[in-house]
């Protein structure tokens, strides 16, 4: 499941370390979500589009597999 989480915080002019605190996890954790390395709990993806102020389906691009 690819995201937009790096397109939203730039906007946002927020930094990794910037959207870790407000979330209350590490700038490596970020990191690892915007590099789809890891896919955020559910709890965590509601406090990205509540930090990012987005709907939480604009935070990522579901691919269904065929």
Do not use: G, W
């Amino acid at each position: 499941m690819e995201n937009n989480i790096k397109v939203l915080r730039q906007k946002r002019k927020l930094s990794q370390k910037d959207l870790a605190t407000a979330c209350a996890v590490s700038r490596q954790t970020i990191n690892a979500i915007e590099n789809n390395k890891y896919d955020p709990t559910l709890h965590l993806a509601f406090e990205l589009a509540s930090v990012l102020e987005t709907p939480l389906e604009e935070l990522f691009n579901y691919k269904r597999s065929e």
